[in-house]
T-cell receptor
Framework: SQQGEEDPQALSIQEGENATMNCSYK?????LQWYRQNSGRGLVHLIL?????REKHSGRLRVTLDTSKKSSSLLITASRAADTASYFC???????????FGTGTRLKVLA | EAEVAQSPRYKITEKSQAVAFWCDPI?????LYWYRQILGQGPELLVQ????????DSQLPKDRFSAERLKGVDSTLKIQPAELGDSAMYLC?????????????????FGAGSRLTVL
């Protein structure tokens, strides 16, 4: 079963624009992570935000977490063609050590 | 940079045949995961190892799937017999952490995956 759902399922933007994708989850969590997956490849970790944090930045990435709404958002600023990939959120539920992935957002950045 | 090694990268087999995937995690990583990813979906956990012990295999279809990590290092995932619905990407991931202690707060490092097509 999948804990999270990403929204939108697919997103197409022009290079230089910002991309925002959202993740909703169902249960209390320890932390939430975002991963990127290029076509036909494994996933690459982008950023981790703990349940007691509300916002985190890493380069062009900004992640927010709202535990009251059980949701997170990933913002990629000044997108590049190389950002074209699928993006997944992953959560670890409170009291467990299992990483549960969402359904993913397919981002396409047009040059 | 250390990588998680997986083989084969691609496997085509006929239904009812046996297939095996191999994973070599990053040296020293105590926790190893096998995920299955159907095209267009997110990865779903099949089995989690801590050292050589299975921590969670609740989603592993045990009538046809088996996994082992005998020496707590590399791991093998086997399917016998393969079915059409098993066509997917099989991803291995490892996580740093102290042997004997599950973390759950670290990042996962994934291999490139093994894509299985069952005809």
């Amino acid at each position: 079963s999948q804990q999270g759902e990403e929204d939108p399922q697919a997103l197409s933007i022009q290079e230089g624009e910002n991309a925002t994708m959202n993740c909703s989850y169902k249960t209390s969590i320890n932390n939430l992570q975002w991963y990127r997956q290029n076509s036909g490849r494994g996933l690459v970790h982008l950023i981790l935000i703990r349940s007691n944090e509300r916002e985190k930045h890493s380069g062009r990435l900004r992640v927010t977490l709202d535990t009251s709404k059980k949701s997170s958002s990933l913002l990629i600023t000044a997108s590049r063609a190389a950002d074209t990939a699928s993006y997944f959120c992953a959560t670890t539920r409170s009291g467990t050590y299992k990483y549960i992935f969402g359904t993913g957002t397919r981002l396409k950045v047009l040059a | 940079e250390a990588e998680v090694a997986q083989s084969p990268r691609y496997k085509i087999t006929e239904k009812s045949q046996a297939v095996a995937f191999w994973c070599d995690p990053i040296s020293g990583h105590a926790t190893l995961y096998w995920y299955r990813q159907i095209l267009g979906q997110g990865p779903e956990l099949l089995v989690q190892f801590q050292d050589e012990s299975v921590v969670d295999d609740s989603q592993l279809p045990k009538d046809r799937f088996s996994a082992e990590r005998l020496k707590g290092v590399d791991s093998t995932l086997k399917i016998q017999p393969a079915e059409l619905g098993d066509s997917a990407m099989y991803l291995c991931a490892s996580e740093s952490g102290t042997s004997g202690r599950i973390s759950g707060a670290n990042v996962l490092t994934f291999g490139a995956g093994s894509r299985l097509t069952v005809l």
